[in-house]
């Protein structure tokens, strides 16, 4: 990993108030170290990660930043490294809460990952026009596109360990989406987003991340897809997964057969969003689709832990969460990093999607952050 010492920032207003952010967890974390812990356990394994929101990274949240501190060894930003909010505008860039993220990583020694440079969702409609707001012809959505990520991974170099370079290029029976970024610039328009973030940092790690790839229409699109990159001599590091994940799915047999077309090509998987929900599902096949939003007809139907999580479905969900890591483990060879999309239940998305106003418990620590029956039962996959 490559790491820069926390003096880079001690003579900035940021630099001390990270300081004091870190201090402060720190001494949380510290109280807790005699706790059994996810990165410990797997550390002969791989990493184990958590998407951060702004409150955790900037500490406004401490229980939630102390028990990152305590329990993962890499972080991702949920949102503030998405287009919309580091580049709303053509010529203005935000980068507050990204230095604040970028910075909490590197003063606690932690895996930092970059998500995301090339989306169809969360990238504002300007980067698709030029500046007279018309539609953007090839040449200008490609000025665009380089201009982006050589200033965003350029700020980050030698900081940010690995980038979420295209996130969600694919459709459900594997062929490529018709996102802007493909009916402006064609299907090269992946090549040359994996081209600039190399440019910009060769050094860093580069995946191609996505949902659903245990489907095996979608995975098989995926493995055509890395493999024609590859054939371009283009840098792909690893497939990134993302694990969204329910109490039926996938199955064991989903999961293996993924991880192993994927290291057949080569490279690294890491698991990079994963969480389980346990609510109804409103639709038969999985997606992590964020315009699928729907408006419930019967909420309490669809909502049925709105008071608590039942001891059947925590076991269930427990029981899950096991086979998983048990498959996990077996391909430890090939998996680089498992990072939940989120740090405990209340931070989780899958509260408010598909449906707003649900009460969902996906991941490991629970709404106090106190550890889940699935927390115990992946830990004793280790043993």
């Known amino acids: 990993m490559r790491k820069q010492s926390v003096s880079r920032f001690a003579v900035s207003g940021l630099g001390i108030l990270l300081l004091a952010i870190n201090v402060g967890c720190s001494e949380r974390a510290a109280q807790m170290e005699s706790a059994v812990t996810l990165k410990s356990t797997f550390a002969d394994d791989f990493l184990i990660g958590a998407a951060l929101n702004a409150r955790q990274f900037t500490g406004r949240d401490s229980a939630g930043a102390a028990l990152t501190l305590q329990q993962f060894n890499s972080i991702t930003p949920e949102n503030a490294l998405k287009w919309e909010n580091i580049h709303p505008q053509r010529g203005e860039y935000n980068f507050g809460d990204a230095d604040a993220f970028v910075g909490f990583g590197e003063s606690n020694d932690l895996f930092v990952v970059g998500h995301t440079l090339v989306w169809h969702n969360q990238t504002p409609d300007w980067v698709f026009e030029n500046t007279l707001g018309e539609p953007a012809t090839r040449d200008e959505l490609l000025a665009t596109?380089?201009?982006?990520?050589?200033?965003?991974v350029g700020r980050y170099k030698?900081?940010?360990d690995g980038w979420d370079v295209v996130n969600e290029a694919l459709?459900?029976?594997?062929?490529?989406?018709d996102s802007k970024w493909r009916t402006i610039i064609g299907d090269d328009y992946l090549e040359k987003a994996f081209q600039f973030a190399h440019e910009a940092d060769p050094d860093a790690e580069l995946y191609y991340n996505d949902y659903s790839l245990e489907n095996p229409e979608k995975r098989d699109g995926a493995v055509r897809l890395v493999q024609s990159l590859l054939d371009k001599g283009v840098t792909v590091t690893a497939i990134g997964s993302q694990g969204h994940n329910s109490l039926s799915y996938p199955t064991p047999e989903e999961q293996e057969a993924a991880l192993e077309a994927f290291a057949a090509l080569g490279v690294k998987v890491a698991i990079t969003e994963l969480d389980m929900s346990v609510l109804p599902a409103p639709w038969r096949m999985p997606t992590a689709e964020l315009t699928a939003a729907l408006?419930?007809?019967n909420i309490d139907a669809m909502n049925p832990y709105a008071d608590g999580l039942p001891d059947s479905i925590a076991s269930a969900q427990a029981e899950q969460y096991a086979m998983l890591f048990r498959t996990y483990r077996k391909h430890a060879d090939v998996i680089s990093r498992v990072t939940f999309w989120g740090v405990a239940d209340g931070d989780s998305w899958k509260n408010g999607w598909p449906i707003p106003g649900r009460t969902d418990y996906p991941l490991l620590f629970d709404r106090s952050h106190q550890p889940k029956a699935a927390f115990d039962a992946v830990i004793a996959t280790a043993k």
């Open 158 to 160: 030698g900081r940010i």
């Open 171 to 177: 459709n459900e029976d594997g062929t490529l989406r």
């Open 295 to 297: 408006e419930a007809r």
């Open 145 to 152: 596109m380089r201009d982006h990520i050589a200033t965003v």
